[in-house]
């Protein structure tokens, strides 16, 4: 298997204190934080488009997660609504110049 066919599991980074948090669904179920749903959604989306592949879709990833986890160090909660990820999902996805992977998440998050 060659080197660029092998995906580490992203990791997750928290800047400055390790802060432990958790995604508050549109249900109101509280789960576990896990960057890995964050690529595995921005893996479907390019599975789509044909736009990335994983390793794009863990870039993206962690740039997401280092983002939220930003955030959530300077929030005084300790629960994020999974509509704030995915705001975070859609604006790195345009930054990275991945227009239609954006605008198919964001149909995806309408059909969710």
């Not at 790195?92 to 309408?110: C, F, G, H, P, W």
Request: with cysteine.
């Amino acid at each position: 298997m060659s080197q660029e066919n092998v995906i580490p599991n992203p990791p997750s980074v928290y800047i400055g204190e390790n802060k432990v948090f958790t995604v508050t669904k549109r249900n109101g179920e509280i789960v576990t934080y896990d960057v890995k749903k964050i690529m595995s959604a921005i893996s479907k989306c390019f599975a789509q488009t044909k736009e990335g592949g994983d390793v794009d879709a863990m870039k993206v990833a962690i740039k997401v997660d280092k983002e939220l986890s930003y955030i959530m160090n300077k929030s005084i909660h300790e629960s994020v609504h999974v509509e704030k990820i995915q705001d975070l999902v859609e604006k790195n996805l345009m930054l990275e110049d991945y227009t239609d992977s954006a605008k198919a998440y964001i149909m995806y998050r309408d059909w969710e």
